[in-house]
């Protein structure tokens, strides 16, 4: 099978006040399906333009992106949106729920992106509450749940259009312990039915969740290594 | 797409309706121009409505010589104070010597109170022959009979009075035979004419009274005001009009240098000069009205850019779930036209509601038209004043918009 994501020569600089950043300079990555990997560096490191990057959010100013084949760094603004709607499932460190629509809702909105119909929407969208055991919740609106519950709620968004990559930045930075650790037991198991998980954290104790973890400094790739396996819990 | 048009409206709907006051105040700004447009619409087509319908009486066929112009602005005063009297033989003469005139009859014209017993009504009475009805198709007897010939020779007391006349002076009876008085002479009734309404909806065309000619002159005035009427037998006015023209130049016997000392006057003149000035009262009052609208839209526009600032972070989640410029444009967009629409339809109510009340006092209705091209108008300005900041929201970068707080 060929690669899921492959980055080769990857730079993204900026121009602040007339001075080069170098976001990113100069990453090759290699993602294969059902890897979980980690991504980790202080601030400053370039962890969250590679994740825009690897999220199809930013493009880059050299170097060359395919997803399963496509070429993403020569996409329009189009064509990002569709790959965004169809392969990836953003989990973001402060939910971004729609505040103002219930679960429900917020978990159809990328079938309605998708030009899906109000009934298999529906269907779908319920489908993925359950598998986030929320379905008792599915009418609530955000601020009518937990944090752990919202961020739930995002993690059934994510995945509701069966994205290629699920790309958690900071899942479980706005979240207490306990909800934490309920989340990452969510993203754990949604790895073992065979989905690919990209986390973005500075924390180590979650990012050994990972069986990868790649260590940015500088825009570039300090290490890149595999994490002692976790436990797995067969059934 | 069809989903996403339903998602967008929802989404506007919530939006609109998530800030009440805010939506009620934008609103209205687009609520009064609509308002004030269509009002202003709807006061000109009534106007016009009632024109038509009150030139009637005043035939396209029929030329009315007078001593002065009906609208002669320019022309100096004493110039026109010194012309000569329309005399009563001009009538004999231009039957005479015109080859288009079907039927003549002079008018003469004072105003004055008809006194019944106790019952008394300000009017207008006329003299003239019984050819005047031939020259006014719209004056007919209803009761009774024009007066003769005969009457208008021997300067007989009779008279044909209008509608208005016979209510004020006859509420409950027959007023053929009955008597009635101007100052101290008595006139017998013959004839009752038939209601002709108002004219441009202010004054009365039946409260007049109708004399033999003979009868006028004798008992009031020789002097007095009086005019022409002639009634063309051609649908060629303008040849009839500068026939006629020469025939009044060779009555008045007026040199070739010399210029016209009468006026021959036409509901056509009176129909240029009315759109004339329905020209510039509807074009002013509609550009300042509009004017309004564009205030409305401007209102909109400054509402739109702050919902957009607002949701600068739903947009990027949006964006990031894989909404496209196009999906983020329509859903503001359609935002923006929601609110015109809906203010628009309310203004369109309101101005409907305000004209049934003025119709009360002045003619006005508002004609279908002018509905829906004010619910269009309301569209276009929710487009125009909408598609700045939907783009602007469009064109958001999505890690930006994400990172906003």
Same mark, same amino acid.
């Given at each position: 099978?060929?690669?899921?994501?492959?980055?080769?020569?990857?730079?993204?600089?900026?121009?602040?006040?007339?001075?080069?950043?170098?976001?990113?300079?100069?990453?090759?990555?290699?993602?294969? $399906?059902?890897?979980?990997?980690?991504?980790?560096?202080?601030?400053?490191?370039?962890?969250?333009?590679?994740?825009?990057?690897?999220?199809?959010?930013?493009?880059?100013?050299?170097?060359?992106?395919?997803?399963?084949?496509?070429?993403?760094?020569?996409?329009?603004?189009?064509?990002?949106?569709?790959?965004?709607?169809?392969?990836?499932?953003?989990?973001?460190?402060?939910?971004?729920?729609?505040?103002?629509?219930?679960?429900?809702?917020?978990?159809?909105?990328?079938?309605?992106?998708?030009?899906?119909?109000?009934?298999?929407?529906?269907?779908?969208?319920?489908?993925?509450?359950?598998?986030?055991?929320?379905?008792?919740?599915?009418?609530?609106?955000?601020?009518?749940?937990?944090?752990?519950?919202?961020?739930?709620?995002?993690?059934?968004?994510?995945?509701?259009?069966?994205?290629?990559?699920?790309?958690?930045?900071?899942?479980?930075?706005?979240?207490?312990?306990?909800?934490?650790?309920?989340?990452?037991?969510?993203?754990?198991?949604?790895?073992?039915?065979?989905?690919?998980?990209?986390?973005?954290?500075?924390?180590?104790?979650?990012?050994? $969740?990972?069986?990868?973890?790649?260590?940015?400094?500088?825009?570039?790739?300090?290490?890149?290594?595999?994490?002692?396996?976790?436990?797995?819990?067969?059934? | 797409?069809?989903?996403?048009?339903?998602?967008?409206?929802?989404?506007?709907?919530?939006?609109?309706?998530?800030?009440?006051?805010?939506?009620?105040?934008?609103?209205?700004?687009?609520?009064?121009?609509?308002?004030?447009?269509?009002?202003?619409?709807?006061?000109?087509?009534?106007?016009? +409505?009632?024109?038509?319908? *009150?030139?009637?009486?005043?035939?396209?066929?029929?030329?009315?010589?007078?001593?002065?112009?009906?609208?002669?602005?320019?022309?100096?005063?004493?110039?026109?104070?010194?012309?000569?009297?329309?005399?009563?033989? %001009?009538?004999?003469?231009?039957?005479?010597?015109?080859?288009?005139?079907?039927?003549?009859?002079?008018?003469? /014209?004072?105003?004055?109170?008809?006194?019944?017993?106790? #019952? +008394?009504?300000?009017?207008?009475?006329?003299?003239?022959?019984?050819? %005047?009805?031939?020259?006014?198709?719209?004056?007919?007897?209803?009761?009774? +009979? %024009?007066?003769?010939?005969?009457?208008?020779?021997?300067?007989?007391?009779?008279?044909?009075?209008?509608?208005?006349?016979?209510?004020?002076?006859?509420?409950? /009876?027959?007023?053929?035979?009955?008597?009635?008085?101007?100052?101290?002479?008595?006139?017998?009734?013959?004839?009752?004419?038939?209601?002709?309404? !108002?004219?441009?909806?202010?004054?009365?065309?039946?409260?007049?009274?109708?004399?033999?000619?003979?009868?006028?002159?004798?008992?009031?005035?020789?002097?007095?005001?009086?005019?022409?009427?002639?009634?063309?037998?051609?649908?060629?006015?303008?040849?009839?009009?500068?026939?006629?023209?020469?025939?009044?130049?060779?009555?008045?016997?007026?040199?070739?240098?010399? #210029?016209?000392?009468?006026?021959?006057?036409?509901?056509?003149?009176?129909?240029?000069?009315? !759109?004339?000035?329905?020209?510039?009262?509807?074009?002013?009052?509609?550009?300042?009205?509009?004017? *309004?609208?564009?205030?409305?839209?401007?209102?909109?526009?400054?509402?739109?850019?702050?919902?957009?600032?607002?949701?600068?972070?739903?947009?990027?989640?949006?964006?990031?779930?894989?909404?496209?410029?196009?999906?983020?444009?329509?859903?503001?967009?359609? /935002?923006?036209?929601?609110?015109?629409?809906?203010?628009?339809?309310?203004?369109?109510?309101?101005?409907?509601?305000?004209?049934?009340?003025?119709?009360?006092?002045?003619?006005?209705?508002?004609?279908?038209?002018?509905?829906?091209?004010?619910?269009?108008?309301?569209?276009?300005?929710?487009?125009?004043?909408?598609?700045?900041?939907? %783009?602007?929201?469009?064109?958001?970068?999505?890690?930006?918009?994400?990172?906003?707080?």
């Amino acid at each position: 099978m060929a690669d899921l994501i492959s980055l080769r020569g990857i730079k993204r600089h900026y121009d602040v006040g007339g001075e080069v950043v170098r976001a990113l300079d100069g990453v090759d990555l290699i993602i294969n $399906h059902n890897e979980y990997i980690s991504i980790m560096g202080p601030s400053g490191s370039g962890k969250s333009t590679m994740m825009n990057m690897i999220g199809c959010l930013d493009s880059p100013t050299e170097g060359v992106y395919e997803f399963e084949g496509e070429l993403v760094h020569e996409m329009d603004d189009n064509q990002l949106a569709s790959i965004r709607n169809r392969k990836i499932g953003f989990v973001f460190q402060t939910f971004n729920l729609l505040p103002k629509a219930t679960a429900l809702r917020n978990v159809e909105v990328p079938l309605i992106y998708a030009n899906i119909s109000k009934s298999e929407r529906v269907k779908k969208a319920e489908k993925a509450l359950l598998a986030v055991g929320l379905s008792d919740r599915m009418h609530h609106k955000p601020n009518e749940l937990s944090g752990g519950q919202r961020q739930r709620v995002a993690i059934a968004r994510a995945l509701v259009n069966n994205p290629s990559i699920l790309l958690a930045d900071e899942p479980t930075g706005n979240l207490d312990s306990k909800s934490g650790v309920e989340i990452m037991k969510i993203l754990d198991s949604l790895h073992d039915d065979g989905n690919t998980i990209i986390l973005v954290t500075h924390e180590e104790y979650i990012a050994e $969740h990972a069986d990868r973890t790649i260590n940015l400094f500088d825009g570039k790739i300090k290490e890149d290594r595999q994490t002692k396996k976790r436990k797995r819990v067969v059934a | 797409m069809i989903s996403l048009f339903w998602e967008n409206l929802r989404i506007s709907l919530g939006s609109i309706f998530g800030n009440k006051s805010r939506s009620i105040l934008t609103a209205l700004g687009i609520v009064i121009g609509v308002l004030s447009v269509t009002l202003m619409g709807t006061l000109i087509s009534g106007l016009d +409505r009632t024109f038509e319908k *009150s030139m009637s009486f005043l035939s396209r066929d029929v030329l009315i010589i007078s001593r002065m112009d009906w609208f002669g602005g320019d022309m100096d005063w004493w110039e026109l104070r010194n012309r000569p009297r329309i005399k009563e033989d %001009y009538v004999e003469q231009l039957r005479e010597k015109s080859q288009f005139v079907a039927a003549v009859a002079p008018m003469a /014209e004072r105003g004055g109170s008809i006194i019944r017993g106790d #019952k +008394r009504i300000d009017t207008r009475f006329f003299g003239t022959t019984p050819e %005047y009805m031939a020259t006014n198709e719209s004056a007919d007897v209803i009761t009774g +009979r %024009y007066f003769t010939d005969g009457e208008n020779r021997s300067g007989a007391r009779v008279m044909v009075i209008g509608g208005d006349v016979a209510d004020a002076l006859f509420p409950d /009876e027959d007023p053929i035979d009955e008597y009635v008085k101007i100052g101290s002479h008595k006139f017998r009734v013959v004839g009752v004419l038939k209601k002709q309404g !108002k004219f441009m909806g202010m004054f009365s065309l039946d409260n007049q009274a109708v004399l033999p000619f003979g009868t006028f002159q004798r008992l009031f005035s020789r002097r007095g005001w009086m005019n022409v009427r002639v009634k063309v037998n051609t649908d060629n006015y303008d040849e009839a009009k500068e026939e006629i023209y020469g025939v009044m130049r060779q009555i008045r016997g007026l040199k070739p240098m010399e #210029k016209d000392d009468f006026a021959i006057n036409q509901s056509a003149t009176m129909e240029a000069q009315y !759109k004339a000035i329905k020209l510039a009262i509807g074009g002013t009052g509609l550009f300042i009205t509009a004017l *309004s609208l564009i205030v409305g839209g401007i209102g909109i526009m400054n509402i739109m850019f702050v919902s957009v600032k607002e949701r600068t972070k739903e947009i990027g989640v949006r964006k990031a779930l894989g909404a496209t410029q196009s999906m983020i444009l329509g859903q503001f967009l359609m /935002e923006a036209v929601l609110i015109c629409l809906i203010a628009g339809l309310v203004g369109m109510g309101l101005a409907g509601g305000l004209s049934l009340l003025i119709n009360q006092f002045f003619p006005s209705s508002m004609p279908v038209g002018l509905a829906i091209g004010s619910i269009i108008i309301s569209v276009v300005i929710g487009i125009v004043s909408g598609l700045v900041p939907s %783009y602007q929201a469009a064109r958001l970068d999505p890690i930006d918009a994400l990172r906003y707080e």
